[in-house]
Nanobody
Framework: QVQLVESGGGLVQAGGSLRLSCAAS????????MGWFRQAPGKERQFVAA????????RYADSVKGRFTISRDNAKKTTYLQMSRLKPEDTAVYYC????????????????WGQGTQVTVSS
């Protein structure tokens, strides 16, 4: 089992920045690809960003490309999502997820999920 804990969410004005963190614990000896997803009220969970085990491959949703950056520090077992130029439509609960594969996917086909952290962007 792998446990994931997100942090760093909060309230920010439009145009501002936040950095989310996802700390992994448990059976993290395998190579895991990591992803970030978000879910706004009344909407389905959607893909935001993903990163391969090595960090050499990343993918982003079109809506966040150029504004968000995903990264990871495998020594610290932590994955980050740097969010800049935030917009009100970025408001959602953000979830990190781990996939027992070195390769990434933009689908929800992940094995472990965190509990989520709220991000609210005011206009």
């Amino acid at each position: 089992q792998v446990q994931l804990v997100e942090s760093g969410g909060g309230l920010v004005q439009a145009g501002g920045s936040l950095r989310l963190s996802c700390a992994a614990s448990g059976r993290t000896g395998s190579n895991y690809a990591m992803g970030w997803f978000r879910q706004a009220p009344g909407k389905e969970r959607q893909f935001v960003a993903a990163i391969s085990w090595s960090g050499g491959i990343t993918r982003y949703a079109d809506s966040v490309k150029g504004r968000f950056t995903i990264s990871r520090d495998n020594a610290k077992k932590t994955t980050y999502l740097q969010m800049s130029r935030l917009k009100p439509e970025d408001t959602a609960v953000y979830y990190c997820a781990a996939r027992a594969s070195a390769a990434i996917t933009t689908t929800a086909n992940y094995d472990y999920w965190g509990q989520g952290t709220q991000v609210t962007v005011s206009s």
